[in-house]
C-alpha cells in the first residue's frame, strides 16, 4: 500500500510569494488533515477534510492559508501571500473511516525568507 | 493554551536503560491517546495508542500507562535501544461523532537519544 505522498519536500520562498503544497492520501481514505510544526513546537491542526467537504478548518491561521480537495482525492494547500511566520514543517495524514489511526506524509518543509 | 504538556523536552538513555516520557491533558472529553514516533525527514509514525477505558497497553518494548484521574498518561520504553534515538509524539482526541473527531491535539514533541 503506498503511503501518503507530499510534495515538494522543501521550498524556500520569498515573502510576498506563493505557494501551493500537495498532498497525495492512501487511496480509500475519506479522512484527510493537514498540520503544521513550527520552530520546534508542537505539531497544530490546521483543518480536517472528509472526501472533498471541509469538516474543519478552525485551525486555518487566516485568510492567506487556502486548501482543496477536489473530487475527494488528493488536495492542496496554498499560502498566498507568504509571511516569515509560515516558515515550518507542514504535515498531512490521513485516515480511513474505520480507524483511528493517521498515516503522516513525510512533511514539507516551508521556508520563507 | 497548550492543551496536552509533555516532557522531558529531551532524554539521554543508555542503550538497555527505561526511557519514560510524560503528558499532562487538559480536556477530560479525550478519548483517544496516541504515541507517534518521528525520525529526522520522515513523518510521525503511529507508536502506540491507548483509550481512558484501560489504564496500561502494552507492545513489544513500548508500554503506555494511562491515568485517568490524574489526566497523565507515559510511555515507557524497555530495553532502550540505539534505533530507538527518535522524536517522540504524545497526543489527544475527542470522542468520536462530532466535527472535532479525529482531530489530535499534540504534545511539543520529545528527543530521544540512546547512547550505545
Known amino acids: 500500500e503506498a503511503g501518503v505522498t507530499q510534495f515538494p519536500s522543501h521550498s524556500v520562498i520569498e515573502k510576498g510569494q506563493t505557494v501551493t503544497l500537495r498532498c497525495d492520501p492512501i487511496s480509500g481514505h475519506d479522512n484527510l488533515y493537514w498540520y503544521r510544526r513550527v520552530m520546534g513546537k508542537e505539531i497544530k491542526f490546521l483543518l480536517h477534510f472528509v472526501k472533498e467537504s471541509k469538516q474543519d478548518e478552525s485551525g486555518m491561521p487566516n485568510n492567506r492559508f487556502l486548501a482543496e480537495r477536489t473530487g475527494g482525492t488528493y488536495s492542496t494547500l496554498k499560502v498566498q501571500p507568504a509571511e516569515l511566520e509560515d516558515s515550518g514543517v507542514y504535515f498531512c495524514?490521513?485516515?480511513?473511516?474505520?480507524?483511528?489511526?493517521?498515516?503522516f506524509g513525510s512533511g514539507t518543509r516551508l521556508t520563507v525568507v | 493554551q497548550q492543551q496536552v504538556k509533555q516532557s522531558p523536552q529531551s532524554l539521554i538513555v543508555q542503550k538497555g536503560g527505561i526511557s519514560i516520557i510524560n503528558c499532562a491533558y487538559e480536556?477530560?472529553?479525550?478519548?483517544?491517546f496516541p504515541w507517534y514516533q518521528q525520525f529526522p525527514g520522515k513523518g510521525p509514525a503511529l507508536l502506540i495508542a491507548i483509550r481512558p477505558d484501560v489504564s496500561e497497553k502494552k507492545e513489544g518494548r513500548f508500554t503506555i500507562s494511562f491515568n485517568k484521574s490524574a489526566k497523565q498518561f507515559s510511555l515507557h520504553i524497555m530495553d532502550s535501544q540505539p534505533g530507538d534515538s527518535a522524536t517522540y509524539f504524545c497526543?489527544?482526541?475527542?470522542?468520536?461523532?462530532?466535527?472535532?473527531?479525529?482531530?489530535?491535539?499534540f504534545g511539543q514533541g520529545t528527543i530521544l537519544t540512546v547512547h550505545p
Open positions: 480536556n477530560t472529553a479525550f478519548d483517544y
Open positions: 497526543a489527544a482526541s475527542l470522542d468520536a461523532g462530532g466535527t472535532s473527531y479525529g482531530k489530535l491535539t
Open positions: 495524514a490521513s485516515r480511513h473511516w474505520t480507524s483511528d489511526g493517521y498515516t
